[in-house]
Nanobody, 115 residues
Framework: QVHLVESGGGLVQAGGSLRLSCAAS????????MGWYRQGPGKQRELVAT???????NYADSVKGRFTISRENAKNTVYLQMTSLKPEDTAVYYC?????????WGQGTQVTVSS
């Protein structure tokens, strides 16, 4: 079992920045593909960004150029740097870890962007 704990959410004005962190309990964290997803009010959960074990990244079109995903394997942590935040980025952000057939989720952290 892998436990994921997100932190760094909060209330920010439009145009501001936040950095989310996700700490994982996995002993082989470096082998996991990590990702950030979000679920806005009344919306389905959607992919925000992913980073593979080798470091390649993928972003939703809506966040390209504004968000950056990164990982620090020595700390078992993945980050999501969010800049130029918009009210439509308001959502609960979830950390995800995948390895082979295993798929794990964190409890989520709220990000609210005021206009």
């Amino acid at each position: 079992q892998v436990h994921l704990v997100e932190s760094g959410g909060g209330l920010v004005q439009a145009g501001g920045s936040l950095r989310l962190s996700c700490a994982a309990s996995a002993s082989v964290f470096s082998l996991f593909a990590m990702g950030w997803y979000r679920q806005g009010p009344g919306k389905q959960r959607e992919l925000v960004a992913t980073i593979a074990s080798g470091g390649s990244t993928n972003y939703a079109d809506s966040v390209k150029g504004r968000f950056t995903i990164s990982r620090e394997n020595a700390k078992n942590t993945v980050y999501l740097q969010m800049t130029s935040l918009k009210p439509e980025d308001t959502a609960v952000y979830y950390c995800n870890a995948k390895f082979l057939l295993n798929n794990y989720w964190g409890q989520g952290t709220q990000v609210t962007v005021s206009s």
